[in-house]
């Protein structure tokens, strides 16, 4: 059974850090690219990070420069490192593979910027 754990979130206030962390098993992780998907309300769930099984990395124009991914295909864990933060991240957050499997969506973990 495929699962994501995703954690890390919290409220911040604008131009702050978080980390979110994502656990995963019940698959060969290292085998998987993997991203970081964000769902505000009223919106559709979008990619904002994505790191292949390889290595290498796209971001989503609207985080370019502020966020970073990385993985710890050891650990079996994707990370998702959050700067600048802006009111306009608030969203959960959730990882998958990409591109995702439907039934493989976790809880997210709720990231929240306002002042």
């Known amino acids: 059974q495929v699962q994501f754990v995703e954690s890390g979130g919290g409220l911040v206030q604008p131009g702050g850090s978080l980390r979110l962390s994502c656990a995963a098993s019940g698959i060969i992780f290292r085998l998987y690219d993997m991203g970081w998907y964000c769902q505000a309300p009223g919106k559709q769930r979008e990619l904002v990070a994505r790191?292949?099984?390889?290595?290498?990395?796209n971001y989503a124009d609207s985080v370019k420069g502020r966020f970073t991914i990385s993985r710890d295909n050891a650990k079996r864990t994707v990370y998702l490192q959050m700067n600048s933060l802006k009111p306009e991240d608030t969203a959960v957050y959730y990882c998958?593979?990409?591109?995702?499997?439907?039934?493989?969506w976790g809880q997210g973990t709720q990231v929240t910027v306002s002042s």
């Open positions: 790191i292949s099984s390889g290595g290498n990395i």
């Open positions: 998958n593979k990409a591109p995702y499997a439907v039934s493989y």
